[in-house]
């Protein structure tokens, strides 16, 4: 257990940052550098946990992959030329690298087991084990087959047409991917858009993939390797961002933040509650926008976060939460139901962290109504061993009177191995 004791911070956030590279997105050029023929070189890979378990599965297939930090290289022989694991392969705490993951080994002519830490064995599977059974693969997994520990037999798979009953943008790669290695068109229809980072980088892998509203067509073609530059994870850039956003008189930079309209959701919902954030040097690198977020502090006021705009924030909820407390009235989150199932209840994780250290919250079925503004105290709070459960109570303390004691952030380094170096750098730029 790695405790942290936060003393109270009585100064401003200031200075630029480069936040590391989005998850979604390195997991996703390891998938498709991997399935692809020839070699694939990634820079500023997320050198995280999580994305770490998506490199080990495609190693125990038979796939070079050398990491030299943020930089990684793939050299594969293609996607019908893995071979059988010969152990079962481990997915960590990452439910990216599992949803992901069972869509590819329902395509692959072979037997795998898998499984997962404490967290990712309670997580539901069976959003990804239903599709890719109507599509032929055989599992079997424990509690009546959707949960980890689970088997895969694969091969043979068949199209077919699948509306999403959630939404969720692991449940649509899981059922893309299944969809490469099957015979005739899969179609995948989303009734809210979620992060298309798998539909962007399946078209620059040269993938038979067509987008058309809300509806996404994949054929069985060879894929070819490409080089991947992985942007700045803008669910990394929330929480030096919500620090800005609630610490008066800072000002902060991001550089080189991916700027995915499925993923900015932050970045409005902050407008919404009066912030003060401008974008510069937007370009596109690698099939994504990027750019810089600046922020100077400014009173915020409530909103109301729910519908489509969810998706694109999910992750951020339990910082903007934080946020909420800052803003003058209520703030309400519904249609978040979601949050309880991430790597921990979020729900009931944010209301006891938050709570504890004096905020006035209530929780509901599919979100919270959170009532600003209060005056954080301190406390001896509780991470649950999730990585953005501990980064969100770290940017509390900023604000506290008193001292914040979190029982365990190691799970920090799942996503942002670099997070407490980084916030310091902002804390002493002079
Ligand atoms: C992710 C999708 C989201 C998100 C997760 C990463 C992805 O999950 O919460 O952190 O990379 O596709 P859901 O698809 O379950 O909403």
Do not use: W
Not at 286 to 299: A, H, N, R
Request: proline share 4%.
């Amino acid at each position: 257990m790695a405790t942290l004791k936060l003393t109270p911070y009585k100064n401003v956030l200031q200075g630029e940052l480069e936040v590391p590279g989005d998850k979604s997105i390195s997991h996703r050029a390891i998938i498709f550098g991997s399935l692809a023929n020839g070699t694939t070189k990634i820079s500023n890979f997320l050198n995280g946990e999580d994305c770490l378990r998506s490199i080990d599965a495609f190693r125990a297939m038979g796939v070079s992959i050398e990491q030299d930090a943020t930089n990684v290289t793939i050299c594969s022989a293609g996607k019908d030329k893995l071979t059988e694991p010969v152990e079962p392969i481990y997915f960590g705490n990452s439910g990216t690298t599992a949803r992901l993951m069972l869509g590819v080994l329902a395509g692959l002519p072979f037997f795998t087991t898998a499984y997962g830490d404490p967290s990712l064995t309670v997580r539901p599977m069976d959003r990804v084990i239903k599709p890719i059974q109507q599509m032929g693969a055989l599992t079997d997994g424990r509690s009546d087959g959707g949960f980890l520990p689970m088997a895969v037999r694969g091969g043979n798979l068949k199209s077919i047409s699948y509306t999403l009953p959630v939404k969720s943008a692991q449940v649509k790669s899981a059922v893309l991917l299944a969809g490469l290695f099957a015979k005739g068109v899969t179609k995948v229809t989303e009734q809210t858009v979620t992060r298309n980072h798998t539909e962007n980088m399946m078209a620059a892998f040269g993938a038979g993939v067509k987008v058309e509203g809300n509806t996404v067509y994949i054929s069985n073609k060879p894929l070819y390797a490409t080089d991947v530059f992985v942007p700045g994870d803008i669910s990394s850039a929330a929480f030096p961002l919500a620090g800005a956003a609630i610490v008066p008189g800072s000002n902060i930079t991001i550089k080189n933040v991916g700027l995915n309209n499925t993923r900015t959701g932050i970045i409005d919902a902050l407008l919404n509650m009066g912030a003060d954030i401008t974008i510069s040097n937007e370009k596109t690198v690698s099939g994504e926008p990027i750019g810089d977020l600046t922020i100077t502090y400014k009173k915020l006021k409530g909103t109301v976060i729910e519908g489509d705009i969810i998706p694109k924030l999910i992750d951020e909820l339990p910082i903007i939460a934080l946020v909420a407390t800052q803003a003058e009235g209520k703030t309400v989150i519904r249609d978040a139901g979601e949050l309880r199932l991430k790597e921990t209840d979020r729900i009931e994780a944010v209301a006891e962290g938050l709570r504890k250290l004096g905020a006035n919250l209530e929780t509901t079925k599919d979100g919270m109504i959170i009532h600003g503004t209060s005056q954080l105290t301190g406390g001896h709070v509780s991470s649950f061993d999730d990585h953005r459960i501990a980064m969100m109570l770290t940017i509390a303390s900023l604000i506290a009177d008193e001292e914040v004691i979190i029982d365990d952030i190691s799970s920090v380094s799942i996503s942002y191995p670099d997070f407490f170096k980084h916030l310091d750098t902002l804390k002493s730029t002079p």
